[in-house]
């Protein structure tokens, strides 16, 4: 059992029978009333973020998470699929809870796959990745008033970012996993 008091960033916790993953919570005293504890929480299976409170010391079950290095294989429309590097065992993930993450992610890439009590759940991406821009416009220089300005850029992957102006065809670029930001050229 973990209660409030223990509650991390990352922790995944089982409510009312679903997993659900702490992504932020705040301690909260009250002058009046007992303390309690605002929580973000994104359930497991689907990626929905939700706010819940509960009570300061309320229990809940600790679900076991596991990551396990895996190569990602390919995405067949319906299924990620993906291998043990170790066992060379393959597993299949239906790609709609993993879209956002597979954005980011080319076919023979090492991944983390996280198991929520032994079935796999998701992936846990690196904080940024480098990506080749497979197309975009050439960016004219003068086109706003500053100097700067951004342009859209489709990536090796498919997935498409803002980019600055200088940035072209070939080039390689920082992107930021959580937010889909561009950040530098690699």
Known sequence: MISTNQFKNGNHIEVDGTVFKVMEFQHVKPGKGGAFVRTKLRRAQDGAVIDRTFRAGEKFRAVRTEARKMQFLYADGTDAHFMDAESYEQLAIPEASLADKLRWTKPNDEVDVLFIDEKPADLQLPSSVELD????????????????????????????????????????????TETGQYMSRA
Do not use: C, Y
Request: aromatic fraction near 2%; glycine fraction near 16%.
């Open 133 to 176: 821009v497979a197309e975009t416009e050439p960016g004219l220089r003068g086109d706003t008033a500053s100097g700067g300005g951004n342009k859209p850029a489709t990536l090796e992957t498919g997935a498409t970012i803002q980019v600055p102006l200088f940035v072209n065809v070939g080039d390689r670029v920082k992107v930021q």
